[in-house]
């Protein structure tokens, strides 16, 4: 039976171990989140050898001291050794406990974490809209091209300087309304390409762009720590490329018109500050971290010491020199 109780005390060690090496990998990852490398290494090999480094420390001075306190031979020197132990564990621990340690951190942003959301919302919705302002746009051109094409014809029928201006004329072969609806069927091809939106295969700029956007959004509404770091880096990037797309798309211009570029405000609040900040910590997140090392020295707890020792350890009469 006392196998089996620490067997599972080495499982729960284990365990416990494994579950606070993936929240300070997470914490790492919030606080390292504007950096390009993390101990001279890439961003997220760094936080992963950053937190199996605290883990470890953790995991070893703990088992360590278990194994030292259930020895059956030189009990003194295991003694001394297991003290020695058991001072570095809570040294360590004291140390993964303290603002800037990324296992508390994980904590202080988890609490900011409705705050993060609605910002992070706020910049996917207006990515978003973006491709709708830039729809509206287009037809703002259409309808504003299609108005002269019309004019030209009605109001200078017989001045053929004003229709060779938009490449226009007064045939019998073709009608005005088709010479429009053919300039038309330009204006809509120039402005909206087939790498703008194409729906049969998913492979437009829109397209990709809201797909991203939905993961985004999953990611954020989820609160998905991992995910969402991805999201804050990349959609601020992502947003200016689409825009600067759209901005060369509606530089296309047709015979003797003179639009104005496509323009649109992306305003990113600042989400990568809150990542960092160690502001917010409470004592929830220390008392947290008091269970998880309780549960990480639950093994040495319950670990009987051999009857053996209890002399051992105490002077004898015989060795006491007066």
Known sequence: ?????????????????????????????????????????????????????????????????KLLKRTQRNFRVCFIWEGIFLVLFVLFAILFTTKISPFTHF?????????????????????????????????????????????AFKIYPTDSAVLDSYNLKHSSERSDSSQIEAKMFEVNADLFPSNYSDSSTGNGMKEIAIEWLNHAKKESTGWKPIGIVG?????????????????????????????EEFNYNLMFQDIKSDLVSTKGQTWLTFLIAILFYMLMLFSWFITRRSSRAAGALSTKPYEVIL
């Open 1 to 65: 039976m006392q196998n089996k109780k620490l067997s599972l005390a080495d499982l729960m060690t284990v365990l416990t171990s494994l579950v606070f090496g993936f929240i300070c990998f997470m914490g790492a990852n919030f606080r390292n989140v504007d950096s390009k490398n993390v101990w001279g290494l890439p961003n997220t090999l760094g936080c992963i050898i950053m937190a199996t480094a605290m883990t470890l420390l953790l995991f070893c001075t703990a088992i360590g001291a």
């Open 107 to 151: 904590f202080t942003v988890t609490y900011q974490r409705d705050q993060i959301k609605d910002k992070l919302s706020t910049s996917i919705n207006q990515a978003e809209d973006m491709f709708n302002a830039y729809e509206n746009y287009v037809d703002h051109r259409k309808e504003d091209y299609k108005r002269k094409l019309q004019d």
């Open 231 to 259: 999201v804050i880096n990349e959609i601020q990037k992502k947003s200016n490329e689409w825009l600067d797309s759209l901005v060369q798309l509606s530089n296309a211009q047709e015979t003797n018109e003179h639009p």
